[in-house]
């Protein structure tokens, strides 16, 4: 009977232990159950109906993820390479900000104590530092009187323009009143060119019918009137009295001296060809007159063939003697032609 007892309590304790573990479980079976839940489908790669996935599609999922946090660090490199790009790119432009500003000319001021007035000599660009490959700022014309501030070490002036600093070539600058860029001095084909082209920058002696007493009694004492430093003058008499060359010489030589003194450079603009309509004198004698010029006057004149000009490109004229405006202005760009070319080859000759 002690036998069976303890048996029967043998049963009972382990009846109570159980018991005791089925509560436990009881309470967490719902977490035990879904961590196992959740276990089993993360191994076996169940859906929420409960099929199962291979081990593929569990591979497959892992790809995936790889996939996305490689996706991930492409759009970081995207990013890196668009900033750098970015950065690349902003590092070009200022290099060429930096380049070009690097090829601008050097240069220096020495600023003055007080401000000087000069004048322009001819139409000039004002620039924003000194040297043409500055940017303009503006122009000013021939006699227009400039404040000065200071000068540069490579030739140019320092001035006030409109409210701003801008630098001028020191060459287009000159301390007193300029003459005028152009004088023309002749008959009545001095005095049609300048209806045919106008006066600006620009000034005539001129009186239709005269000739050499003209030119010495009225011209010559006003030339001095206009023209001056850096002027050029051109002189055309003699179609009306081709018979004066040697006296055109004498005077023209005579006055030379004072004319390069004062700056002025002399050009001799031959007598141009006539028309047929044109009965007072003929082609014949006005050669042998442009001739006689050519071969006397003082090296120091220079000489404008207007007569082979016209002669080849032709010409238009009424009555012979006096061109179409059209004509005049062809030989005005002619004459600044020949100037422009001189003054050339007098630069490139300086230079060397």
Not at 1 to 29: D, P, Q, R, T, Y
Request: include cysteine.
């Amino acid at each position: 009977m002690h036998k069976e007892k303890k048996k029967n309590l043998i049963i009972l304790f382990a009846f109570a232990a159980i018991l005791s573990v089925a509560l436990i479980i009881g309470v967490n079976g719902d977490k035990a159950q879904t961590v196992a839940t959740a276990v089993i489908n993360d191994r076996t790669g169940s859906d929420a109906d409960g099929d199962a996935y291979s081990d593929a599609s569990e591979d497959l999922y892992r790809a995936n993820t790889l996939n996305i946090e490689a996706s991930d660090n492409d759009a970081d490199v995207d990013v890196l390479e668009s900033a750098n790009l970015e950065d690349s790119e902003t590092t070009v432009v200022e290099a060429k900000e930096n380049a070009a500003e690097l090829s601008l000319t050097a240069f220096t001021v020495t600023e003055y104590e007080t401000v000087a007035k000069m004048f322009a000599s001819d139409t000039v660009n004002v620039r924003s530092g000194a040297g043409t490959d500055y940017d303009k700022l503006g122009k000013v014309t021939w006699g227009t009187e400039i404040s000065v501030t200071g000068v540069t070490d490579n030739g140019w002036f320092e001035v006030l323009y409109n409210d701003l600093i801008g630098y001028i070539r020191g060459d287009y600058m000159v301390s007193e009143m300029p003459g005028v860029p152009f004088l023309f001095v002749g008959d009545s084909r001095t005095v049609q060119l300048q209806n045919a082209v106008g006066s600006t920058d620009k000034a005539y002696i001129a009186k239709i019918g005269e000739g050499y007493s003209y030119f010495k009694n009225t011209a010559l004492p006003a030339i001095p009137e206009y023209a001056g430093q850096g002027t050029v003058m051109i002189i055309n008499f003699g179609v009306n009295d081709l018979a004066n060359a040697n006296k055109y010489i004498k005077l023209v030589n005579s006055n030379i001296d004072a004319w390069t003194n004062a700056g002025i450079t002399v050009y001799y603009a031959s007598v141009t060809p006539v028309g047929s309509a044109c009965a007072s004198v003929s082609n014949a004698q006005i050669e042998n007159f442009n001739n006689k010029l050519k071969e006397g006057l003082d090296p120091r004149v220079q000489w404008i063939d207007s007569y082979s000009y016209l002669s080849q490109v032709g010409f238009s004229s009424s009555d012979g003697l006096h061109y179409s405006k059209d004509t005049y202005k062809n030989l005005y760009a002619y004459y600044v032609s020949v100037v422009q070319q001189n003054q050339d080859n007098m630069v490139a000759s300086n230079a060397q």
